[in-house]
């Protein structure tokens, strides 16, 4: 059974940083591409960011480009999404989705929420 | 950035009835077009891609159809737990971009 698991999200000042992260287990991670896609509330889809299997190929959205990092760790079956400068923006549930190019299983996502 | 334009913003059909959705790109994306339902509360789910083909487990009510800036998903017969948000999203060029929603909603 696929499950993804995302943890991290928060409350966080203008300006700051969290890190996210999505667990993964249920098949061969190391095989699959995998995304961040986030939902601000109330709105639609918007893909932030993904990463190919061996992290050789590394996409941003222009929103974020320069602000968030996405990595894996594969040993440990691991997605990450580094997000630094912080915009009220951003404020958003973000997913974890397996897939490059189409997200087949997301996990449950994680709220992020950036206010002073 | 290819704009995806969903049609209509809300629709209200009766249970076991056929609904239409559609999606229009700005731009052709060939047949690289996906399309969700998501429910209150929770992640989007992949119904279709490559326009047409259903993913592992969607039932057959559920088709998808057309290529380069025209898409419909089609649900044949409508059942309770169909009424959801659906979105389209194209996957042709990076920057992937989702249409708006179709809101279905019971009649």
């Known amino acids: 059974q696929v499950q993804l698991v995302e943890s991290g999200g928060g409350l966080v000042q203008p300006g700051g940083s969290l890190r996210l992260s999505c667990a993964a287990s249920?098949?061969?991670?190391?095989?699959?591409?995998m995304s961040w896609i986030r939902q601000a509330p109330g709105k639609g889809l918007e893909w932030v960011s993904y990463?190919?299997?061996?992290?050789?190929?590394?996409y941003y959205a222009d929103s974020v480009k320069g602000r968030f990092t996405i990595s894996r760790d594969n040993a440990k079956n691991s997605l990450f999404l580094q997000m630094n400068n912080l915009r009220a923006e951003d404020t958003a549930v973000y997913y974890c989705a397996r897939g490059g190019s189409t997200g087949d299983w997301w996990g449950q996502g994680t709220l992020v929420t950036v206010s002073s | 950035e290819v704009v995806m334009t969903q049609s209509p913003a809300t629709l209200s059909v009766s249970p076991g009835e056929r609904a239409t959705l559609s999606c229009r790109a700005s731009q052709s994306v060939s047949s690289n077009l996906a399309w969700y339902q998501q429910k209150p509360g929770q992640a989007p789910r992949l119904l279709i891609y490559g326009a047409s083909t259903r993913a592992t487990g969607i039932p057959a009510r559920f088709s998808g159809s057309g290529s380069g800036t025209e898409f419909t998903l089609t649900i044949s017969s409508l059942q309770s737990e169909d009424f959801a948000v659906y979105y389209c999203?194209?996957?042709?060029?990076?920057?992937?971009?989702f249409g708006q929603g179709t809101k279905l909603e019971i009649k």
């Open positions: 999203q194209q996957y042709n060029n990076w920057l992937y971009t």
């Open positions: 990463i190919s299997s061996g992290a050789g190929f590394i």
């Open positions: 249920g098949f061969t991670f190391s095989d699959y591409y």
